[in-house]
């Protein structure tokens, strides 16, 4: 279950420091990216009840990391209907609309 809350949402509030704001649809591409600025979204991590993701996993994501992505050339897909608007302290709006997609049927070409 994604969100910083675990509640399915990309909901926020005062205790999510990282804004996890941005929903993303996964790509190889992205989750490497992350695993080399020090973010490794692919291995679980059951304490914190993350099951690890693999592409085509759509997730809440933070702004930052995911700002950080796009501007490396690997930015993961966003769901714009399900991302929070506070990503938009973060993330310009143009950016999110570049990498815009309805959500994918499977992983075909993730």
Excluded: K
Excluded at 49 to 69: E, K, Q
Aim: hydrophobic share 40%; proline share 7%.
């Amino acid at each position: 279950m994604t969100g910083f809350y675990r509640d399915g949402c990309c909901s926020t509030g005062p205790e999510d420091l990282g804004s996890h704001t941005v929903c993303a649809v996964v790509t190889a591409e992205f989750l490497e990216h992350q695993r080399s600025i020090g973010n490794d979204l692919s291995t679980p991590v059951p304490q914190y009840r993350f099951p690890g993701l693999v592409p085509g996993d759509r997730w809440c994501v933070t702004a930052a990391n995911w700002l950080r992505a796009h501007r490396d050339g690997a930015a993961a897909f966003v769901v714009l209907a399900s991302t929070h608007e506070r990503a938009l302290e973060i993330v310009p709006l143009d950016a999110l609309r570049q990498h815009a997609v309805d959500v994918p049927e499977g992983p075909v070409g993730l």
